[in-house]
């Protein structure tokens, strides 16, 4: 079994900009599948289809979620 990759995902009821992590596995190129949203209530929900894209966070670069496939 392939580990789940960790994806960010905005979340768009917070005061600030937020990105949480979720569980996502690799579908091709440049999209993700979302397996698990850890209980956030984020701009994408399990099961979507997201481009993710590199984007410099607090913590360095990682995987955002942008937009739906």
Do not use: H
């Not at 994408?44 to 979620?65: M, W």
């Amino acid at each position: 079994m392939i580990a789940p990759e960790t994806i960010f995902v905005y979340l768009p009821d917070e005061g600030t900009d937020v990105w949480a992590p979720m569980d996502a596995e690799f579908v091709r190129n440049d999209v993700y599948r979302i397996t698990n949203d850890r209980g956030e209530n984020g701009q994408f929900k399990i099961g979507n289809l997201v481009k993710c894209q590199l984007q410099k966070l607090s913590g360095g670069e990682c995987l955002v979620a942008s937009e739906l496939v």
